[in-house]
């Protein structure tokens, strides 16, 4: 019977790995799933591969683990989600090790990141909607105790000042933000913070008369015609919603949308 890497052996894998996904980084997950003959690593032997060159365990080392690295970042970069590779160490690693290995490839991606402003009745209704979608979410209001409702029990969560934001961001092109905080003037002073920053979609919750109040704002600071119409006032898809639920469905609408495949979403 082949001999099999136990997991107590790929504990410190294991451990990383969960962390790796609670904090919502990219990583691979390369398995050995097969090994005959002479081998540096028998089957069940795991190795994690963190963008930038970092690994943690192993699956053999050498040349094995050049080419295990180069298909991990060649996964993460072309949105495949898993490979497998088969290597003949004769050919490899020369007369030392004379053995075959496949090693399986599973990607894991960093969702999506919703950074939501407000944790009011909207917030705590789109919320636990996302997570249910597979986003990242991160809710941040000034007032603590709204953020210990149990609709955002499983987001990250910011209590701070919302000119503070700059402090307590990490803004980036997979950052999507909504803005729905209880007053216009703190919506405003959030989109004016995070405005010229880099993200992906910009929303906030509101009305066209919002937006013409929004617009006259953003031209009185200086802010340009085109950067303004990147705010999506009002976000959500146009389906007569009016409850925050239904708001909470309009919006994950228009975000599963706006990231469906090419050709997947009909019209007409």
């Given amino acids: 019977m082949e001999p099999v890497t136990t997991g107590s052996e790929n504990r410190e894998v294991f451990e990383r790995a969960a962390d790796l996904i609670l904090k919502g980084h990219a990583f691979v997950l390369a398995t ?64 030392v090790c004379g053995g075959g290995m496949s090693i399986f490839l599973e990607a894991f991606s960093r969702p999506r990141r919703m950074l939501i402003f407000g944790a009011g009745h909207v917030g705590a209704a789109v919320c636990p909607l996302l997570l249910k979608l597979g986003w990242m979410v991160t809710v941040y209001d000034e007032r603590e105790a709204r953020l210990d409702l149990p609709a955002f029990s499983g987001a990250l969560k910011i209590a701070a000042p919302y000119g503070e934001i700059a402090k307590h961001v990490d803004f980036g092109p997979d950052l999507h933000i909504l ?63 009016e409850t925050p639920d239904e708001i909470a469905v309009s919006i994950a609408a228009d975000l599963v949308k706006l990231h469906a495949k090419p050709g997947k979403v009909k019209t007409g």
């Fill in 32 to 95: 050995v799933v097969g090994a005959t003959g002479s081998t540096p690593r028998k089957s069940g032997a795991k190795m994690i591969v963190i963008p930038g060159g970092e690994s943690v365990g192993t699956v053999g080392g050498g040349e094995v683990e050049a080419r295990v690295f180069e298909r991990a970042e060649a996964l993460l970069a072309g949105g495949e989600q898993t490979d497998l590779v088969d290597f003949d160490l004769a050919s490899v690693d020369g007369p």
């Fill in 179 to 241: 803005i729905m905080t209880p007053e216009h003037k703190n919506d405003f002073e959030v989109a004016l913070a995070v405005l010229d920053r880099e993200w992906a979609m910009l929303g906030m919750l509101g009305s066209k008369r919002k937006r013409a109040q929004l617009d006259s704002m953003l031209r009185d600071k200086g802010v340009s015609e085109d950067l303004a119409k990147k705010i999506r006032i009002p976000v959500g898809a146009d389906i007569g919603s």
